[in-house]
């Protein structure tokens, strides 16, 4: 096992037995993530849902099965990525995470992109993207105008292609949306596929 698989498997661990917020009380399995420990890709969504607090995995619901078609269009298998969120049990109701839960369970996010080293980080929904943009100390205002450019930001003392785009389960409740996260992820696969170059910005 290398020392990447190695630092993931202890961060999920940790991530197990954690009792920093109370989210720990209402969950049946917390979420680490999972995926390529070599990962070029990281993606980064909300918060486990129902189906991912019963079986300890990410994104394996509804959005999880319009991730994955998102995935295929970026030309990416689940196997290739890795997937994990800012916080790492559900928030009781699916309600949104606070800024609380979401501080308190940086430090795990922030080991895991340490670990990885990926080379691009797709934020999927504001909360991701509120995050990894605080944590480069960059200024985000909103997903719908963050989301479809990529950003070179400095997050956990790494220079990332940040793609932010919206979180799938926006369109599972608007399908008007969907075009615009298919939009998002074919930019991905050209960025993955080493293209793109000028698009992106510079802070
Ligand atoms: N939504 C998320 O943000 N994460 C999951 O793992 C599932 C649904």
């Known amino acids: ?62 959005a999880g099965n319009l991730l994955n078609e ?30 609380e839960e979401k501080e308190a369970c ?12 990926p080379e691009i980080v797709v934020c999927l929904g504001r909360h991701s993207a509120g995050v990894v943009f605080g944590m480069a100390g ?8 963050a989301r479809g450019t990529v950003r070179l930001l400095r997050v956990a003392g790494l220079e990332v292609k940040c793609l932010p785009t919206l979180h799938p389960a926006a369109a599972l409740y608007n399908p008007r949306l969907r075009g615009l996260i298919e939009a998002d992820f074919r930019l991905l696969g050209q960025l993955a596929s080493g293209g793109a170059g000028g698009l992106e910005r510079w802070l």
């Not at 998102?70 to 606070?98: D, Q, W, Y």
């Not at 940086?106 to 080293?117: C, D, V």
């Open 70 to 99: 998102m995935l295929k269009l970026a030309g990416l298998s689940r196997e290739a990525v890795f997937i994990t969120n800012v916080v790492k049990c559900r928030p009781p109701g699916n309600r949104e995470p606070s800024e």
């Open 138 to 145: 960059a200024k985000f205002s909103s997903i719908m105008s």
């Open 106 to 117: 940086k430090p795990f996010l922030i080991r895991q992109l340490r670990a990885i080293k």
């Open 1 to 62: 096992m290398c020392e990447a698989a190695r630092e993931l498997e202890r961060v999920a661990e940790e991530v197990r037995a954690c009792r920093r917020c109370p989210l720990h009380a209402h969950r049946t399995n917390a979420v680490p993530g999972e995926g390529n420990p070599c990962a070029r890709v990281m993606l980064i969504g909300e918060a486990p849902g129902y189906n991912e607090d019963l079986h300890g995995r990410p994104f394996v619901g509804a």
